[in-house]
């Protein structure tokens, strides 16, 4: 009984350390001089590991590292003034080598599913890791969000950092050589602009994005279901029993995943097996970024505004969180604890040719824009 009540005392005040290191952190972002600063974060296989952080004129912070050019933290101010971050995630390299479900990263070279782990391009059968049942996710074993990325600052007036990555020709059963360039830009107006870029040597499919976890409240003690959310999509791909889209394109209108006006996440819910994991197709005519999302929570004041080129939305309402990883203010992550809102190309579309292509060609530059901006209602 004395050694269970030791290792509840201690881990007591190991949470309380957690909690009053991460409001230290929260606290002093409001003092911080606009720009990149630069932390040691640790090491994989021998390769540093770096934590930059970026910092604008209203105090807003952005932090990202090298390892999975994973964005660990989004903080900012809420209706009353409190800081705090509304992206889940660690203040050491250790949570994420733990291999959390891409908490904040970079994932390719193939964004979402591709069904039974395979595809077929000039006549060519490639096979790639099934790490998601029969499926392919999010790049393989070892995609874009667990390798370390050249990072290079490039201007810390307005906080500019970019990394870049080579995928050598055969990585995880992808052919051709990538080049993949990230820029990370934080403005004064609070927008977090993530562009990617990139270019191969044979014809390849790539689609990438961040897979940030986002509870606006800054509290995973809050469910993300009382947020509401509008999606400018008249249409969706739905799914198969393993998330595979059918090919079909479906209306939302009378279902549940109709968010073309603002509703609460958990309305809904209940009605949708699992919970929602399903691509939205947006209402764009062309490929400019436009405003295609808006995610609200009343009880901070705070509003996401979503950004993109792409003409698709990945909404993942954190199924499959139970509570294994804790947030860096030691809170257990729970089911609908956080949110995804994952710009992309559609799952599956190597095997749908129906669906817009996300073959890249030599000779042709990939480009894909996202802005995620923080907006506050006093």
């Excluded at 782990?117 to 790049?139: E, I, P, R, V």
């Excluded at 129906?354 to 890249?360: D, G, K, Q």
């Amino acid at each position: 009984m004395k050694s269970i009540s030791f290792i509840l005392s201690a881990a007591l005040i190991l949470s309380a350390v957690a909690c009053n290191n991460a409001t230290k952190t929260e606290e002093s972002s409001a003092s911080a001089k606009p720009g990149i600063t630069k932390a040691d974060w640790g090491a994989v296989d021998s390769n540093k590991v770096y934590l930059y952080t970026l910092t604008n004129s209203k105090g807003t912070v952005v932090t990202i590292s090298n390892y999975g050019g994973t964005v660990t933290s989004f903080v900012t101010a809420d209706k009353n003034g409190n800081r705090s971050s509304v992206i889940i995630g660690f203040d050491s390299l250790s949570g994420y080598l733990a291999h959390p479900p891409y908490f904040g990263a970079i994932v390719g070279r193939y964004g979402n599913r591709i069904g039974d782990a395979k595809f077929t391009l000039d006549g060519k059968q490639y096979k790639l890791a099934a790490n998601n049942g029969k499926n392919s996710l999010h790049g393989g074993l070892k995609g874009f969000d667990k390798v370390i990325w050249t990072p290079t600052v490039m201007n810390d007036t307005v906080p500019m950092l970019m990394l870049t990555y080579f995928s050598k020709d055969g990585e995880e059963g992808y052919p051709g050589n990538l080049k993949v360039m990230v820029h990370y830009t934080l403005t004064n107006d609070d927008e977090l602009k993530i562009e990617y870029t990139a270019t191969t040597d044979k014809a390849t499919p790539v689609n990438l994005t961040n897979h940030s976890y986002f509870n606006l409240t800054g509290d995973v003690s809050n469910t993300i279901l009382n947020h509401t959310l509008m999606i400018d999509a008249d249409n969706y791909t739905p799914v198969d029993t393993t998330l595979i889209p059918t090919g079909e394109i479906k209306s939302v209108k009378g279902t549940a995943f109709d968010f073309t006006t603002a509703k609460a996440i958990g309305k809904d819910i209940d009605s949708v097996k699992g919970g929602y994991d399903h691509n939205f197709v947006l209402n764009k005519k062309d490929n400019s970024s436009q405003k295609v999302a808006v995610l609200s929570d009343s009880t901070s004041g705070r509003i996401l505004e979503v950004y993109t080129t792409e003409p698709g939305l990945q909404f993942y309402t954190g199924n499959f969180l139970d509570g294994t990883f804790r947030n860096r203010d030691g809170k257990p992550i729970n089911q609908h604890t956080a949110l995804c809102m994952e710009t992309q190309h559609f799952p599956d579309s190597p095997n749908k040719p129906s669906f817009p292509s996300t073959i890249l060609q030599p000779g042709q530059e990939y480009h894909s824009e996202t802005v995620y901006k923080v907006v506050v209602n006093k």
